[in-house]
């Protein structure tokens, strides 16, 4: 039996707490992955069976960090800061990003202790332990993060870096510019911000409120936000075309457009 500990004032749970739901484990398990385990399935199949979009929801965010991290390579960005990795498989960014052919490096930042040890054994197994470094901590502490070893390291903030906060800043609660603004502050001209985020609707309707009170059980309840309030976190920059709008419709490929948008907003924004 495992227990989950807090350091005092600190949101980030120093073990695995087997017993309670993690957002990281429920999304590997809508991505058909193996890093989940009973309490995970339990309220995400409670969850799937009142709103079953939520599947497609984490499919289309996952090709949506797919398209953002060939574009960054694509605007010779190959060094990614992937804040709320998530686990990596399948289709994670260290994946993504080391299939791309650029001398591409990836610092993945998880709350979730669990998924920074697998990070890290996958990249130690797939030899990639050089490029790909996992840091456990809340994306909240940007100092932490960024003067982390493992980031001092891998990655040079006086070239363009690509801050992904993909499915995560809706895990976070309060201002978002106080989350944002020393990341934006420390990165280079040319520097990319890619964001998705559960859209809220101007009144809640029930799928909204199934889905918080799921979250609600895990350690990182829903925050969701509108359109307006993620522009507002991100104004001043100058957002790459199309601006905010539903993933599958950001730079879609193949059938991407044609699909159901899932109510994931997101963005890249060029700092
Ligand atoms: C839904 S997953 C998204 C994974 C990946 N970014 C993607 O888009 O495929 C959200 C991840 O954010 C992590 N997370 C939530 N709050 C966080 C925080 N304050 N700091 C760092 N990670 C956080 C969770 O543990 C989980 O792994």
New binding site residues.
């Given amino acids: 039996m495992t227990s989950t500990l807090h350091a005092p004032r600190s949101?980030t749970p120093v073990e695995v707490d087997s017993f309670r739901p993690?957002?990281?484990r429920m999304?590997d398990y809508y991505l058909g992955g193996r890093n989940h385990l009973a309490a995970d399935r339990e309220a995400a199949d409670a969850l799937l069976d009142a709103v079953p979009d939520i599947a497609v929801a984490a499919q289309q965010?996952?090709a949506f960090?797919r398209r953002v991290v060939e574009y960054a390579v694509g605007q010779g960005v190959t060094q990614f800061l992937?804040?709320?990795?998530?686990?990596t498989s399948p289709g994670?960014v260290p994946e993504v990003a080391c299939a791309s052919g650029a001398a591409s490096r990836v610092v993945a930042?998880?709350?979730?202790p669990g998924?920074t040890a697998q990070v890290g054994s996958t990249a130690r197994a797939t030899g990639v332990s050089g490029r790909v470094g996992a840091i456990h901590?809340?994306?909240?502490d940007a100092a932490g993060v960024l003067e982390h070893p493992v980031t001092r390291r891998l990655l040079d903030f006086d070239r363009p870096v690509a801050i992904?906060c993909?499915?995560?800043l809706h895990?976070?609660p309060g201002d978002l510019e106080r989350v944002l603004g020393p990341l934006r502050r420390a990165a280079a001209p040319g520097s990319l911000l890619a964001f998705?985020h559960a859209a809220a609707g101007e009144t809640p309707s029930t799928t909204e409120r199934i889905t918080r009170l799921v979250y609600d059980c895990t350690l990182?309840p829903l925050v969701l936000r509108s359109a307006e309030t993620l522009t507002d976190a991100v104004g001043g920059l100058d957002l790459v075309e199309p601006g905010i709008v539903p993933v599958n419709r950001w730079h879609p490929a193949g059938t991407d457009a044609a699909a159901p948008a899932s109510g994931l907003l997101g963005g890249v924004a060029r700092l």
């Fill in positions: 949101r993690s957002a990281a999304y965010n996952r960090l992937d804040l709320g990795s998530g686990y994670g930042v998880d709350i979730d998924v901590a809340d994306l909240c992904l993909l499915a995560v895990f976070v998705s990182t």
